[in-house]
C-alpha cells in the first residue's frame, strides 16, 4: 500500500510538470539521464543546500553507511563527495572537476553499485534562476563495462536520481525532504 501510494505521488508530480525526468539515451556501453526540477527557492539557496547540506537532503538509503549525514562535498576543484564509514572507513562517491557558486557543479566518478563496475559517469548540475526560484538540471552520463549491458542499469539510475533531487525540492521548499502528502515517503518504519 505505501508503495502504490509513494509511486502515486512520483506519477502525480511528474505529470503536474513539479519534476521532470528522462534517459536520454542508453546503449551496452552507457547512458545519459536527465532530471528537471524547479525549486521555489533562489538559485544561491539551492546551490548552498546541493553542496553544504547534502546530509539533511540525501536519503540514507543511497548511502553505504545508511546516514546521509555521513556525506560531504568538498566546494574545491579535485574536491570529494565522499562519505564516512564506520572504523575510519570511507567512500569516494564523485570527485568536484568544476564549480560555479550558484551556478553549476561538475563531478566526475560512479555512484553506488556502478562503484564496483567498470564504469564512470560526469555529472553536470545547472541551477538557473525561474520566476521567483530556481531550476536545477542534473545530467549524469555513464559509460564502462557490465555483463548484460549498462542500458539495463539506466532506469534504475534515472529513478535514484529523480528521488534524491525531489527530496531536496522538498527540503528547500518544505524544510523536510520527505513530508507526508508532498510524494514524499514520510518517517520510515
Known amino acids: 500500500m505505501r508503495l502504490n501510494l509513494l509511486l502515486a ?6 505529470g503536474s510538470g513539479r519534476l521532470a525526468a528522462e534517459v536520454l539515451d542508453s546503449s551496452a556501453s552507457g547512458f545519459t539521464v536527465k532530471a528537471t526540477v524547479p525549486i521555489q527557492a533562489s538559485r ?7 553542496i553544504h547540506d547534502i546530509g539533511q537532503w540525501w536519503d540514507p538509503d543511497h548511502t553505504f553507511s545508511g546516514d546521509s549525514h555521513n556525506l560531504s562535498i568538498e566546494e574545491k576543484p579535485m574536491g570529494c563527495f565522499c562519505e564516512k564509514l564506520p572504523n575510519e572507513g570511507g567512500v569516494r562517491h564523485m570527485e568536484v572537476v568544476r564549480f560555479a557558486p550558484g551556478k553549476t557543479l561538475v563531478l566526475i566518478g560512479a555512484l553506488g553499485p556502478l562503484q564496483t563496475m567498470a564504469a564512470t559517469g560526469s555529472m553536470t548540475i545547472q541551477i538557473a534562476p525561474a520566476g521567483n526560484g530556481a531550476t536545477l538540471e ?7 563495462y557490465a555483463p548484460g549491458g549498462l542500458n539495463a542499469l539506466a532506469a534504475t539510475v534515472d529513478g535514484v536520481l ?7 525540492k522538498s527540503y528547500l521548499e518544505h524544510g523536510d ?6 510524494g514524499g515517503a514520510g518517517p520510515r518504519p
Open 138 to 144: 542534473a545530467t549524469y552520463a555513464v559509460t564502462g
Open 177 to 182: 525532504p520527505a513530508p507526508k502528502g508532498i
Open 162 to 168: 529523480k528521488q534524491q533531487f525531489t527530496r531536496l
Open 9 to 14: 505521488g512520483l506519477i502525480l508530480a511528474i
Open 44 to 50: 544561491d539557496a539551492v546551490y548552498r543546500a546541493l
